[in-house]
């Protein structure tokens, strides 16, 4: 069964982001590659989504419903309803995220 794969404009702006500091800290053709990475890993949900894990940040709060997939060093966040894949966040792993979650995920 094949799932739809939603990013919404939090994870978009995450993206560009991303892009943005890597083609001007290293090169565009490196920040496209990365991108284009990324976005295979998120097209990748399509099939077993449930095969993320579940934030460590999230469980510590006993909140199950998001998970989690890895383009190393990023982060994707997604949390799976129905026949559909909602991604919230593509955050850089070597960093503390637990208030960004908090405030994106949680609305606190």
């Not at 290293?26 to 949900?45: E, F, R, V």
């Not at 006993?62 to 982060?75: A, N, S």
Request: hydrophobic fraction near 40%.
């Amino acid at each position: 069964m094949k799932y739809g794969v939603h990013v919404t404009k939090a994870a978009q702006d995450d993206l560009y982001a991303i892009y943005r500091y890597v083609a001007i800290n290293d090169s565009p053709g490196k920040a496209g590659h990365l991108l284009d990475n990324i976005q295979k890993t998120m097209t990748s949900l399509e099939t077993m989504p449930a095969r993320g894990s579940h934030p460590p940040e999230m469980q510590r709060w006993g909140i199950f419903d998001f998970r989690e997939i890895f383009f190393k060093p990023y982060r994707i966040i997604y949390e799976i309803r129905d026949k559909a894949v909602f991604i919230y966040a593509v955050l850089d792993g070597r960093r503390s995220c637990e208030d960004l979650l908090q405030q994106r995920l949680l609305g606190f």
